[in-house]
């Protein structure tokens, strides 16, 4: 099979802060990132960010064979722009007043970080920062980072003070307080975040030799297992998908007992990977249940029926997939609309219940699965966490794909949205929202179009897609002609052969 290998992108460096207070009673500070961030909108995370040109130029002390001396200064020069902390040398000289007037100050332009820390007769120092692991984006990610963590203590005297922007809030919190959350749902964090939090939950002091010792496990598994959440795993695998997404997401979700949900590639690298990952969770004494797919695309299917036969699993799947696909994967169990599929996990008592939903509209049988304990809704292809949807007719129907997305919008709580192709979505409502307008001004534009004399799905293509690349429009037709269908069972459209008119 071909095979479209992308050169993934370039990490840029990074570094973030581990910031500490307490030290009886060790609290950490972690923020969470705002909604309109491009990446990880509404994750949790530590204070950190890019690489500046100018960080180079910045004098710090006690350098003396570090390679990473200019990383402690763009995590000292991040932590005082995004928590108005300052580290460095003489600091106790500045009142906490001043100490705001320099940010203020800084925020505006008004002043350079290097020029404000020479006017106030301030040194940065490497020693004041404990180095812990570094870590890299994977490769499938859409934006990547090289990211050094360290770790500080708050200054005495000083505390954090967020102004809303990059960041929504910012917040003080026990370790142990912070991976409960995590493990109720009510967070979404990146695995150095979480190994951090595991390491410093053991005892904040020597946190950073451990965070490198303990989580060199993690850290073996994390191109191939991403623990998005307790128990739910996620393997990106590449398969023959639409651009921009390279991958397709496989979730092995539970605890004792687990599923595989989308093992998709046809690729025999990738299935070897997923194969590795399946041992891996079977070594740990637990078992694999079943295999479910969401829906009947090649790129969810590709690697069921390897899979399947390796580990002798039965596969799972709405009737109308099962039907579809019944020349190419056999289907043992029929997945009912509303069935809660429940997994649970002896050690800790949790249980993971993933209850089914029947959400037609992108595939006629296609099913997303809501895990009732954290909130977490596993989407398929019905949102995914970049690109876009495709509603192509016959199998897509926009009236169906319109309310399945409506269907989300009732559920009591969605703490995230886990989509089968790009990064799990932390700000899960309003994702769901900005489909259906998105879907909504399409379909306005369509109705323009069709008022400015366009009659034909390829007319209105040129009409509506003017930001989508020319490469896209055939796959922009099958849209087109999927709103076309709706109006038309809204009684707004007329067809006659492959001329469409308005009756409005
Ligand atoms: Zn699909």
Redesign the pocket.
């Known amino acids: 099979m071909n095979q479209q290998l992308k050169t993934p992108v370039t990490p840029r460096d990074a570094a973030a802060m581990i910031l500490l207070r307490d030290p009886e009673d060790p609290k950490v500070l972690w923020v969470k990132r705002a909604r309109t961030l491009a990446f990880m909108a509404n994750y949790h995370a530590f204070p950190g960010g890019q690489r500046d040109a100018e960080d180079a130029e910045i004098p710090i002390i006690n350098d003396e064979g570090l390679e990473d001396a200019v990383m402690r200064t763009v995590a000292i020069r991040e932590i005082f722009e995004e928590a108005g902390v300052l580290i460095a040398r003489g600091v106790e000289k500045l009142s906490t007043e001043k100490i705001a007037k320099l940010r203020r100050a800084h925020s505006a332009d008004e002043i350079s970080f290097k020029d404000l820390l020479e006017s106030e007769g301030l040194e940065l120092d490497a020693a004041l920062l404990k180095e812990a692991p570094r870590w890299v984006t994977p490769p499938h990610m859409p934006r990547r980072y090289d990211t050094r963590f360290y770790s500080a203590w708050l200054p005495e005297g000083q505390d954090i003070e967020i102004i809303p922007g990059e960041l929504e809030e910012g917040e003080w919190i026990r370790p142990d307080e912070a991976l409960k959350r995590w493990v109720d749902g009510d967070c979404l964090i990146v695995t150095p975040i979480f190994a951090a939090l595991q390491a410093l939950s053991g005892g904040v002091h020597d946190f950073a030799d451990r965070m490198h010792a303990v989580n060199q496990d993690q850290r073996d598994h994390l191109e191939k297992r991403v623990e998005m959440r307790y128990g739910f795993y996620l393997s990106p695998l590449r398969t023959p998908t639409i651009p921009p997404a390279t991958h397709t997401n496989c979730y092995i979700v539970g605890g004792d007992e687990m599923v595989v949900i989308d093992p998709g590639s046809p690729y025999d690298d990738q299935q070897e990977m997923l194969d590795e990952v399946i041992d891996q969770f079977i070594d740990e004494g637990r078992k694999i249940r079943e295999i479910i797919i969401t829906?009947l695309?090649p790129?969810?299917i590709g690697g069921v029926a390897h899979l399947a036969q390796k580990y002798n699993l039965p596969v799972a799947a709405h009737r109308l997939t099962a039907e579809a696909i019944s020349d190419e994967v056999q289907v043992d169990r029929i997945i009912e609309d509303g069935e809660t599929i429940t997994l649970s996990e002896k050690s800790s008592g949790l249980d993971w219940r993933l209850r089914a939903m029947w959400t037609p509209g992108?595939?006629k049988g296609h099913l997303s699965f809501y895990e009732e304990r954290t909130g977490s809704l596993l989407t398929g292809?019905c949102v995914v966490g970049f690109g876009t949807v495709v509603i192509a007719p016959p199998e897509g129907n926009m009236n169906d794909y319109l309310d399945s997305l409506r269907h989300y919008l009732e559920l009591p709580r969605i703490t995230a949205l886990m989509p089968?192709h790009g990064p799990v979505i932390a700000d899960a409502k309003r994702k769901i929202e900005e489909y259906i307008d998105h879907r909504f001004e399409r379909e306005r534009m369509i109705i323009e179009a069709m008022k400015g004399g366009a009659s034909r799905s390829d007319q209105i293509v040129k009409a509506v897609y003017t930001d989508v690349p020319q490469t896209m429009h055939q796959l922009a037709e099958l849209s087109v002609l999927a709103h076309l269908g709706k109006l038309e069972s809204d009684g707004l459209v007329k067809r006659i052969d492959d001329d469409y008119r308005l009756c409005i």
């Open positions: 829906h695309h790129d969810h992108h595939a292809d089968g």
